[in-house]
T-cell receptor, first 112, second 115 residues
Framework: GDSVTQMEGPVTLSEEAFLTINCTYTATGYPSLFWYVQYPGEGLQLLLKATKADDKGSNKGFEATYRKETTSFHLEKGSVQVSDSAVYFCALSKKGAQKLVFGQGTRLTINP | DAGVIQSPRHEVTEMGQEVTLRCKPISGHDYLFWYRQTMMRGLELLIYFNNNVPIDDSGMPEDRFSAKMPNASFSTLKIQPSEPRDSAVYFC?????????????FGPGTRLTVL
């Protein structure tokens, strides 16, 4: 079945460091890909998305590119801030479907 | 819009008691999802509805769990009887095919503790 695999956490970085959180997926066809973020004590919220190969999603300084050849959707940010500390979830959905398949989440902590 | 509303935000109960969690989706959304989040198992989809009809309940852990959606603006998740292993954060989310493609809007969650 369809699945999403994220890099193991937790990830701890210093402020202004470069961030990469790896995400790979297994799915038939051409799924849409998403990154959701969960801040402490809150529900998940959509961070960015890409709906077809080579699309780049971006928001709040975060970027991720849909790479069909490597079945990947890695999340990157050039300079992280303490306020980026959260749990990040990679997810996919099949065309026409509302159901999301989530990865296990990666906890990110940014130290000042 | 107030977003997805869940109640209560925190629930502490004793083993064997009935627990009812409530959710009000965003007005106009026609999909509603119930998730459970634990440290051990991560985020699990329990059940989802489309136009108040359950579409997929394969994630419901056992018969002690039941979910209903009597109308477009209200859903409940019930656990009877509750057990300590049900302790988790339960999220409700809603979405619409008419809105941003596949974006689900999550509520703040209900933190359930079963003693």
């Amino acid at each position: 079945g369809d699945s999403v695999t994220q890099m193991e956490g937790p990830v701890t970085l210093s402020e202004e460091a470069f961030l990469t959180i790896n995400c790979t997926y297994t799915a038939t066809g051409y799924p849409s890909l998403f990154w959701y973020v969960q801040y402490p004590g809150e529900g998940l919220q959509l961070l960015l998305k890409a709906t077809k190969a080579d699309d780049k999603g971006s928001n709040k300084g975060f970027e991720a590119t849909y790479r069909k050849e490597t079945t990947s959707f890695h999340l990157e940010k050039g300079s992280v801030q303490v306020s980026d500390s959260a749990v990040y979830f990679c997810a996919l959905s099949k065309k026409g479907a509302q159901k999301l398949v989530f990865g296990q989440g990666t906890r990110l902590t940014i130290n000042p | 819009d107030a977003g997805v509303i869940q109640s209560p935000r925190h629930e502490v109960t004793e083993m064997g008691q009935e627990v009812t969690l409530r959710c009000k989706p965003i007005s106009g959304h026609d999909y509603l999802f119930w998730y459970r989040q634990t440290m051990m198992r991560g985020l699990e989809l329990l059940i989802y509805f489309n136009n108040n009809v359950p579409i997929d309940d394969s994630g419901m852990p056992e018969d002690r769990f039941s979910a209903k959606m009597p109308n477009a603006s209200f859903s409940t998740l019930k656990i009877q009887p509750s057990e300590p292993r049900d302790s988790a954060v339960y999220f409700c989310a809603s979405s619409s095919l008419r809105g941003s493609y596949n974006e689900q809007f999550f509520g703040p969650g209900t933190r359930l503790t079963v003693l």
